[in-house]
């Protein structure tokens, strides 16, 4: 025995000596496999997911594009001028007049063959025009070439299927001058323009646009629809004020009811007005050397029309 009393078995509880063993480990669980999906059960996941679908064509039928048309109904800047009537003759010798489309919903494009970012948008046309021909949709383009050859010929290798003429700046000039190509307006059934789109645009953006036009009946006028994308403002003349506005003092701005004193005023005024298109130049020397500029015509029939009230043209 030790003198300082019991001392503790630090081998004690160990199984060192103890005369016991441990236990063997318990086996870990066997994974039970997975059970098979019966048939049926596959059968009626896909009937459910079918039923899934069906219910959300009918949603987008029945509440989704009448929303998208009251959407359209309740935003907007509310210019949606008639579109100017014309008539001419395609490239193939037919008769192509506007008004024969009344009823419709007619993308009005014009464009050219030597336009690169119109010949990256014109397949897209073709399949919108299959896509929606039978709901009372149309492209009819319109040509700036100088003459039909080269366009029958893009025609047949773009395997163009709307009507197509050649067009000239007097019918440009009627929806506003075209100043840069593709430019592309959007016609109601109604007859009015809804959007104006200048330079080549993803066909998404005409087809959503067209859609909520087709959703419309000819007898009404979407008074505050949205274009989609970048959108021009929209401008209209008739053959009456071009005429009235092709005059050598202030080229593009009826001025016909002014008197001699008001019109020698209105020029001093247009003078004294710098033009903001970037030209450095006044309103009225831009009026003369750039009379493509929407900018100083613009701010000129504003100037007109606060201070020379009268006009039957503006």
Not at 26 to 53: C, H
Not at 65 to 70: F, N, V
Not at 96 to 108: A, I
Request: aromatic share 8%; charged share 20%; glycine share 8%.
């Amino acid at each position: 025995m030790s003198e300082f009393g019991n001392e503790p078995n630090l081998n004690e509880g160990s199984p060192v000596g103890s005369g016991t063993e441990n236990p063997a480990p318990a086996p870990p669980p066997v994974a039970s496999e997975p059970k098979p999906v019966s048939r049926a059960k596959v059968l009626g996941m896909a009937v459910a997911a079918i039923v899934v679908m069906l219910g959300l064509y009918f949603l987008n039928r029945h509440w989704i594009a009448p929303a998208a048309l009251r959407q359209a109904q309740a935003k907007g800047n509310g210019n949606h001028p008639l579109a100017p009537e014309f008539t001419l003759t395609d490239i193939f010798g037919n008769k192509l007049s506007l008004s024969d489309y009344k009823g419709k919903v007619v993308m009005l494009d014009f464009w050219a063959t030597w336009c690169g970012p119109c010949r990256i948008e014109i397949p897209g046309f073709v399949e919108l025009q299959d896509r929606y021909r039978d709901q009372g949709f149309t492209i009819i383009g319109i040509s700036m070439d100088d003459s039909a050859e080269p366009v029958v010929e893009f025609y047949k290798q773009f395997k163009m299927n709307y009507p197509v003429a050649v067009g000239n700046d007097s019918l440009g000039a009627l929806y506003g001058g075209i100043f840069g190509m593709p430019t592309t307006f959007l016609i109601g059934r109604d007859g009015r323009i809804y959007s104006k789109h200048v330079g080549a645009s993803n066909v998404d953006v005409f087809e959503e646009e067209v859609k909520v036009l087709i959703a419309a009946k000819p007898s009404d006028e979407l008074s505050d629809f949205t274009p989609v994308g970048r959108a021009e403002e929209i401008e209209t003349s008739t053959p009456e004020q071009l005429k009235a506005e092709s005059n050598p003092e202030v080229p593009g701005v009826d001025i016909t009811h002014l008197s001699a004193e008001h019109l020698a005023q209105f020029k001093k005024e247009l003078e004294a007005q710098q033009c903001t298109c970037g030209c450095n130049l006044n309103l009225l020397k831009c009026r003369h050397d750039d009379r493509g500029c929407s900018v100083s015509r613009k701010a000129a029939q504003q100037i007109l029309k606060t201070k020379y009230a009268g006009s039957q043209h503006i």
